[in-house]
Nanobody, 121 residues
Framework: QMQLVESGGGLVQAGGSLRLSCAAS????????VGWFRQAPGKEREFVAA????????DYADSVKDRFTISRDNAKNTAYLQMNSLKPEDTGVYYC??????????????WGQGTQVTVSS
């Protein structure tokens, strides 16, 4: 069973940046796509970004395109989400997940516990 642990969340002013990390256990990390999702209070979990195991495919939600960058280092079993030009609407709990490349949470069987990101205006 793969375990994922997110870190790097916090409180930041609008326009600021944060870098989230997702550390994975196990030796099969590289075969899984990694997705980042977020959930704001009272809202459904939504797709943010995803990257294939081979790093050849990346996908972003329109709301974060050109501001967020997803990456991974398979040698370190770690994925990242660099978030720039943050907006108050980016506030939420951010989760990383490992599974099949795609935008649906149901395609990812492995999830981290989440890290809170709060963007103040």
């Amino acid at each position: 069973q793969m375990q994922l642990v997110e870190s790097g969340g916090g409180l930041v002013q609008a326009g600021g940046s944060l870098r989230l990390s997702c550390a994975a256990s196990g030796r099969t990390f590289s075969i899984y796509a990694v997705g980042w999702f977020r959930q704001a209070p009272g809202k459904e979990r939504e797709f943010v970004a995803a990257i294939s195991g081979s790093l050849s495919i990346v996908d972003y939600a329109d709301s974060v395109k050109d501001r967020f960058t997803i990456s991974r280092d398979n040698a370190k079993n770690t994925a990242y989400l660099q978030m720039n030009s943050l907006k108050p609407e980016d506030t939420g709990v951010y989760y990383c997940a490992a599974g099949l490349l795609g935008r649906l949470p149901s395609g990812y069987p492995h999830w981290g516990q989440g890290t809170q990101v709060t963007v103040s205006s």
